[in-house]
């Protein structure tokens, strides 16, 4: 099954499979319109049985490329992701229930993750920055209701609409945070303080540039382990090949060496 394994993994397939995913996006796209719905509506469920159909041969032929055992396809998660987003378009039970069957197909779209490599280490680096993030949000958290505080105290009776409460104040530092409406929020508050300003100023350097920068660097970090783990799981079976031909190699002498000794005692005679 060497010669399928080739073949699934190949770039013309794989680009065929992500042309295929595509237009099923784009089928399931058209017939969110009512009016191409009702006057297309025959041939959108053609073309999108058609990709179904295509989808469900991949899936065969990539369970047969690991034959004898076509069960280690399963041992990867994407892999049980892929059969399951095909095989519940064909479970009869599902057949009636809409809601299902279109999220059965929205799935299908998702596949289009596990055929892209860059795609797919996105995602890896988004689930694996995902722990430093929720400490950096509980810092985030932190700094807005310590600034939320100050802010309600210097501002709170004056500019009520903004910072009337830690709720508003905490929502108003977070929109300072994308540098929104800054100007607007330093202003109004310097009429009310005249070194009010220190505290916009500080809360900047803080929030936006501390904060943000850490996020970059965390998104960054998890971006190049990720790189990293790809480029390990693709070395991986490239590395297995001459370890066979090596046993191979062995085999064959060992073989070699047990006919010689085979035949060195009618020799001797």
Request: aromatic residues 10%.
């Amino acid at each position: 099954m060497a010669a399928l394994q080739r073949l699934v993994d190949s770039p013309i397939f794989i680009g065929v499979i992500v042309a295929v995913i595509l237009a099923n996006a784009l089928i399931l796209g058209l017939q969110t319109y009512p009016g191409l719905e009702r006057e297309y509506g025959d041939l959108l469920d053609l073309l999108n049985a058609l990709c179904l159909a295509i989808f469900a041969v991949e899936i065969s032929l990539r369970i047969a490329s690991y034959f004898p055992r076509p069960w280690n396809y399963f041992r990867e998660g994407w892999n049980v992701f892929d059969f399951l987003a095909v095989s519940l378009a064909f479970v009869p039970g599902l057949q009636n229930n809409t809601t299902i069957l279109r999220l059965a197909r929205l799935a299908r779209i998702v596949r289009v993750v596990h055929l892209l490599p860059d795609v797919r280490i996105l995602i890896t680096a988004v689930i694996r920055s995902l722990p430093p993030l929720a400490s950096m949000a509980i810092l985030t958290t932190l700094i807005l209701f310590v600034y939320g505080m100050v802010g309600w105290q210097l501002f709170g009776d004056e500019l009520p609409q903004d910072w009337g409460n830690i709720g508003e104040a905490m929502l108003s530092l977070f929109v300072m945070l994308t540098l929104e409406d800054f100007p607007q929020y330093m202003d109004a508050g310097m009429e009310i303080h005249q070194w009010s300003w220190i505290f916009f100023v500080s809360f900047i350097l803080v929030a936006a540039f501390v904060v943000i920068n850490v996020f970059i660097g965390i998104v960054l970090n998890s971006l190049e382990e990720a790189r990293e783990l790809e480029r390990r799981e693709a070395l991986a079976p490239g590395e297995a090949v001459p370890v066979l031909e090596r046993m191979q190699i062995l085999r064959s002498a060992l073989d070699e060496l047990e006919r010689e000794l085979k035949e060195q005692p009618h020799k001797s005679r």
